[in-house]
């Protein structure tokens, strides 16, 4: 401690400072070890300390006043550092306790329950007793039955008790007299006095008894008809009865009933009122949830037949179509209607009501508009009865061209065709002998696979051409409808694929017999001999010298460069990677194409695969992995060699792209249109080398894994550009809710900031959307 | 043996039982409250109830609630005993001001002050033995009825033993009544001292130029990291932090103003703004408080009132402190509340000094001006707090332990004159933590004492404890390992609500005669 005390009481000769034990002068760490080293030691030691003691106090003091003074200075720090020492002695910090169970708790649940079910026993079978009675009591009719015989009716449902029994009413302590009558109750029996005596009408009875009677399920007559009759009555039984009975006569529509009984019946009818009330908001928004439902069961069917119709097609009605959309506004209305009605519920009421039910209508009101704000802008319109036509006969245009455009591409095909039978000779001759030893003659077998699958590949073909077309065209229904077309078609192919591709690696396998042993004898030679054109063909597997693999890829693209038909398809490929002109939709459709064209030209490198099979481990594994394999090259399907060559050597440098950054990509794919000869051959070489070092690893997973990347490489760029405008709408709203809540609070200086923010975002946006328009 | 912790744990518990979406639940313990239950259950408003009570409920209240629930709506009834004012994890508070009636409790607040303690106990799962100070009738009484209370529930107070069982101590605010008349200088307790504090919050209403949303501010350490982290460092300090805390403050702020160019600053910007304006709160809040306080300080001089107050409270000079009250009273700066303090302060320190000048002082008082509820306070407090009731010595020790202390008391002290005094709870607990608490003056209720030392230490004051009281456990907390020590008292003082509770007691002084009746609420000035 820097404010440590200099002794006051050492002398002179001998200053030491630190915390010194006023008796033995031992030098102690701190306060508190003085303390309690002090306490441990000394305090057994005499009195006599004490007037030590009160010598050294007198220093201390004096001590003490000197540095009283420049406390100021001392103060801040010496908290601190007061603060940091009790952290070392190792107590622990009451927010630093460890954690502890939850408290002691108790729960008088069972007993509440026990207390519980006896009394609502108890109140059941009282309240189910005097029904039973008073069902007993209403079950004749009242008003055509003497009143001697009612009398007695009453009596045998229940024994009235004796009249000497109960001198005084029980309820207010009256004496009974002539003047002041006894009266039983016909319920219970018990005697009470006119004045605390209650009476439950008909109506009431027959209420209680048909609810009970309702709930036991049970539909017996609801009840006694009421007594329209009674006037005529009251006369003939006066004679016979005392005054008591006149007094009785005049509530014969009624049963009497003591305090008690008249108590349980009430609750019970509030009960049974209870249960059947609905408040009015309740009815309503059920209303209402009814009508939302109805609404998400239609929207969707009428959205399907809308979309159906305005791309001309013939599958629905249109007036169908039409009838649909009204019903639904319909609903829309009905909603809209529902809600204000909830919203203005009980506001010219009196008393007005409790504000928490006003927010809650206010609230339901909202949700309302929102739901139909939501899901009614989401209706597009329809077309009218002129333009379905005009839109029909457009897509009869529409397949008309679909054939036509057929035609043209069997035409063209026949031309590519031949012109890879003239490289298949070249790469044969190259390849030499690996491939006549064997007897087994790629192209052959290639053309063979790709005559078989050419009307289909046409036909995908042409119909991305027409999507081309019509994007270009800006008709984005054709669009929609062709790209349907083109997945079906992508279906059947990929099946048709599949089911090769089985062949395929059937007769593979019987394949791979021979040629193993002819590469056991060939193998080394090889090596040695055609290190060159072997490692050109192996490149995808094993490429050892880049070098040479660079200068057959130059041979490849020179031959390409003579392939024309195929370098127009290139075109094609390579503007429909480009991000700016695609819809995110239309995107998959490359790689899809990617996906079922590959099983072709798979031929070529399987085989080369097989003839390296005894350096490929993975060889066996090589047919399921290169089903999924993308070589993103769909003119592929051209059915040359040639083709499938070099889309070997754009497999290796899509690979190449794993261990380099998108940027590479978007290079290639943006560079590639602009060079129209033969976009490979700029883009491949650079990448060669390092596309061959990875390949010697697992050409085959290595291959798949680059699958997914190359098709989200074109989603990559508008997709991040679509992000991060969202972000921006985002956070530009986030920004307009601050300067709200600034507003609202009146923080007139952070509402400046945000508004300055907010035009700053504004203007990001802005540049975004013309960066990502252009 | 955290007392806010186990308030939470409960809430949440409650939370979770009742599942997601709208339910009721009721905190209720009083008779009157079970009555409105029953009305309430007799007509349900809600489909389904769970309820809480925060105490012991009677069988029979549990009889009457369930033969009110003929709907049956009840889904749920428990004691969750939560029934005390959590203020920190080792403070807590009754909120109960006049438990006594003079020396003796007032019977309603003796058993809410019971209830009190044993839901605390019962929330921290501590079945302790008690001790109490022998020279406090109530602090006895108060004893035996916790004690009645846990051998009535022994059901409830069945926990896993520990090793060292805990601890009940119960003091008596009258052995010590100079803690509260002191001025404070750490941040919580002046905040209270000068502000008040109210279940965490504290009104600046009465603060010159205050914004409207700065009337009521909530001081929690729960969720204020600034005040959790500086509540207990003295006034300097926090007048350098709160500078720290403006400088990063204003750091952070042009900082968003000027770099919003990308994207990446937009985006951080958004993520940080929520976190900015709730630091601008805190700076704001935090800024008011202190620049309030230092207002108050400057205003009343109380840096020269403290400084005599704490020479009154820790020293023995009596010339010099006679010497300086009196050049005080004579500053009109000093207000009539600090004049009446200083004179308590002297009289309780000097009552049965030789040459004892308190009429003169108080003739000084009356000369000043000073109005009579606080001449005749000083002389209430003497009897509340004065020699004849203190069971221990609080001026003058008497062996050389303490005298040692004392001296020692004295280096340390000197750090910092406005916080030399160290409330005697510090030396209790001490000597408690040591085993070396004696017997004869805080016995134990019941034949078990206590072998060891003890790890868990609860302490109850009755009649108030202090923030410095607080502070002084904070601190014992953190310098002894393996103890743990929670305060509480009936309510947590401040000198006003010290001389309320004195008032409130009946020590009305000697010159009660007069009918006027004191007032219980006044001015501070």
Request: include cysteine; glycine fraction near 4%; hydrophobic fraction near 30%.
């Amino acid at each position: 401690m820097a404010s440590g005390c200099p002794p006051p009481f050492g002398d002179p000769g001998e200053m030491r400072e630190g915390f010194l034990c006023p008796l033995c002068l031992k030098d102690l760490q701190s306060f508190y070890q003085l303390h309690s080293h002090y306490e441990e030691e000394h305090s057994s030691e005499d009195r006599d300390v004490k007037g030590q003691l009160k010598n050294l106090v007198q220093k201390a003091k004096r001590a003490k006043k000197k540095l009283l003074k420049r406390e100021g200075d001392d103060r801040a720090d010496s908290g601190s550092q007061e603060r940091y020492e009790s952290f070392s002695y190792g107590g622990v910090d009451p927010y630093m306790w460890e954690p502890q169970e939850v408290g002691a708790m108790r729960s008088h649940l069972s007993d509440f329950k026990k207390h519980r079910a006896a009394r609502i026993d108890h109140y059941v079978v009282e309240v189910n007793k005097l029904i039973i009675r008073l069902e007993k009591l209403t079950s004749f009719d009242r008003a055509n039955t003497e009143s001697a015989k009612i009398r007695a009716i009453e009596k045998s449902v229940v024994p009235w008790v004796s009249d000497q029994d109960v001198p005084f009413c029980p309820d207010c302590g009256n004496k009974f007299s002539i003047r002041n009558r006894r009266h039983h109750c016909r319920l219970c029996g018990s005697i009470m006095c006119k004045k605390c005596m209650e009476l439950v009408s008909l109506p009431l009875a027959s209420k209680l008894t048909s609810a009970s009677k309702e709930a036991l399920g049970s539909h017996t007559s609801p009840n006694s008809s009421p007594n329209s009759v009674h006037g005529s009555r009251r006369g003939s039984i006066s004679s016979i009865s005392s005054v008591s009975s006149v007094l009785d006569e005049k509530d014969d529509d009624r049963i009497r009933c003591c305090r008690h009984c008249k108590d349980t019946l009430l609750k019970r009818e509030q009960q049974i009122d209870e249960k059947e009330y609905t408040p009015e908001i309740v009815k309503l928004y059920e209303k209402l949830r009814l009508c939302m439902e109805k609404v998400d069961q239609k929207a969707p069917e009428y959205i399907r037949m809308a979309e159906s119709l305005n791309a001309g097609e013939t599958t629905y009605n249109l007036e169908h179509a039409n009838d649909l959309r009204v019903e639904i506004q319909k609903v829309y209305e009905f909603i809209d209607a529902l809600s204000k009605k909830i919203l203005s519920l009980g506001l010219h009421e009196d008393p007005q009501p409790h504000p928490k039910t006003l927010q809650l209508q206010r609230m339901i009101r909202y949700s309302a508009t929102l739901f139909v704000q939501e899901k009614l802008l989401g209706l597009m319109s329809l077309p009218t009865k002129d333009q379905y036509e005009e839109l029909k006969k457009r897509r009869l245009h529409m397949v008309a061209l679909e054939t036509h455009g057929k035609q043209e591409e069997k035409q063209k095909d026949f031309i590519s065709r031949s012109a890879a039978a003239v490289n298949g000779d070249a790469i044969h001759l190259k390849k030499g002998t690996v491939r006549k030893s064997e007897g087994w003659l790629p192209t052959s077998s290639i053309s063979r696979e790709s005559e078989i699958a050419d009307p289909l590949l046409q036909q995908i073909d042409n119909i991305t051409s027409f999507i081309k077309q019509a994007k270009a065209a800006n008709r984005i229904d054709e669009v929609h409808m062709l790209q349907e077309n083109l997945r079906q078609l992508q279906d059947e192919y990929d099946q048709q694929q599949t089911l090769k591709a089985i062949e395929l690696s059937k007769k593979q396998a019987e394949e791979e017999e021979m040629q193993r042993e002819e590469l056991q004898v060939l193998r080394e030679k090889e090596w040695e001999r055609e290190h060159h054109k072997f490692m050109s063909r192996h490149s995808r597997t094993c490429s050892l010298d880049f070098r040479e693999v660079k200068q057959h890829q130059h041979e490849v693209a020179k031959e390409n460069r003579n392939l024309t038909a195929q370098a127009l398809d290139l075109d094609i490929t390579q503007i429909k990677r480009d991000p700016s002109f695609e819809t995110p939709a239309v995107e998959q459709l490359p790689a899809k194409e990617h996906l079922t064209f590959t099983l072709k030209p798979q031929n070529v490198p399987q085989c080369d695969k097989d003839q390296t099979a005894c350096l490929n481990p993975f060889e066996d594994e090589a047919d399921t992995p290169q089903l999924e394999e993308d070589p993103a090259n769909p003119f592929a399907k051209d059915t040359s060699p040639m083709v499938s060559f070099s889309n070997t050597a754009l497999q290796s440098n899509k690979k190449a792209y794993n261990p380099f950054e998108n940027e590479e990509e978007d290079e290639q794919t943006n560079g590639a249109p602009g060079s129209t000869s033969n976009p490979f051959e700029e883009d491949e070489n650079p990448f060669q080398k390092p596309g061959g070092s990875w390949n010697s690893g697992n050409p085959f997973e290595e291959g798949s894994s680059t699958n997914p990347f190359e098709v989200e490489d074109g989603n990559d760029i508008s997709g991040e550009e679509a992000i991060e405008e969202e972000l921006l709408l985002q956070q530009i709203d986030n920004i307009k809710a601050y300067i709200f809540d600034a507003k609202h609070s009146g923080r007139m200086d952070e509402v400046e900031v945000l508004t300055e923010n907010l035009k700053e975002l504004k203007r990001t946006l802005a540049k975004q959307k013309e960066k990502s328009s252009c | 043996m955290n007392a806010v912790l186990a308030v939470k744990q409960y809430v949440s518990k409650m939370i979770e039982d009742s599942g997601p979406g709208m339910k009721v639940l009721l905190m209720d313990r009083e008779t009157e409250n079970v009555e409105f239950l029953i009305q309430e259950l007799r007509r349900p408003k809600y489909s389904i109830y769970f309820i809480y009570f925060s105490n012991v409920i009677s069988k029979s209240d549990v009889k009457s609630l369930a033969e009110a629930d003929e709907q049956e709506v009840v889904a749920e009834v428990q004691e969750f005993y939560g029934d005390y004012i959590a203020v920190n994890p080792h403070v807590f508070s009754l909120n109960l001001l006049g438990c006594c009636q003079g020396r003796n409790w007032d019977p309603a607040q003796l058993s809410r002050t019971t209830q009190g303690l044993t839901a605390l106990l019962l929330s921290l799962k501590k079945c302790p033995m008690i001790r109490y100070q022998l020279s406090s009738e109530s602090a006895k009484r108060l004893a035996e009825c916790v004690k009645q209370v846990i051998t009535k529930e022994y059901e409830l107070f069945d926990f896993r033993r520990t090793e060292v069982p805990p601890l009940l101590l119960i003091l008596d605010r009258s052995d010590d009544a100079i803690t509260p008349l002191l001025n404070q200088w750490t941040y919580q307790a002046m905040v209270h001292e000068l502000l008040g504090i109210n279940n965490n919050r504290i009104d600046l209403s009465r603060v010159p130029g205050i914004s409207k949303d700065l009337r009521e501010v909530v001081l929690s350490a729960e969720n204020d990291e600034f005040y959790a982290n500086n509540m207990y460092l003295n006034f300097a300090e926090i007048g350098s932090n709160i500078k720290n805390l403006m400088e990063d403050f204003q750091r952070r702020k042009p900082k968003e103003q000027q770099k919003l160019e990308s994207i990446a600053d937009m985006k951080a910007f958004v993520e940080n703004y929520p976190q900015f304006k709730k630091m601008s709160g805190t700076v704001s809040k935090h800024v008011t408080v202190v620049g309030e306080l230092s207002r108050l300080v400057g205003e009343r001089n109380l840096l020269e009132v403290s400084e005599v107050e704490q020479e009154l409270a820790c020293q023995n000079d009596h010339s010099s402190a006679l010497q300086n009250v009196r050049r005080l009273l004579q500053n009109p700066k000093v207000t009539e509340f600090d004049a009446a303090r200083l004179v308590m302060l002297y009289a309780l320190h000097y009552e049965r000094h030789s040459s004892n000048s308190l009429p003169g002082l108080m003739t000084d008082l009356k000369n000043r001006g000073v109005s009579e509820k606080y001449r005749k306070l000083v002389s209430a407090v003497v009897e509340y707090g004065g020699k004849r009731v203190r069971g221990s010595d609080l001026f003058s020790p008497k062996d050389a332990v303490a005298i040692t202390k004392q001296f020692l008391k004295g280096l340390k002290g000197v750090e910092n004159v406005y916080t030399q005094h160290q409330p005697l709870l510090q030396e209790t607990l001490d000597q408690l933590i040591k085993g070396k608490l004696k017997d004869s003056q805080y016995p134990y209720l019941g034949p078990n004492t206590l072998r060891d030392r003890p790890q868990d230490i609860i302490v109850f004051i009755i009649g108030g404890a202090t923030y410095e009281e607080a502070l002084t456990v904070y601190n014992l907390n953190r310098t002894n390992p393996g103890v743990r020590i929670i305060l509480g008292g009936t309510t947590i003082h401040n000198t006003k609500s010290f001389l309320e509770e004195v008032t409130a007691s009946g020590f009305r002084g000697r010159s009660t005669e007069s009918s006027q009746v004191t007032p219980r609420s006044s001015s501070r000035r």
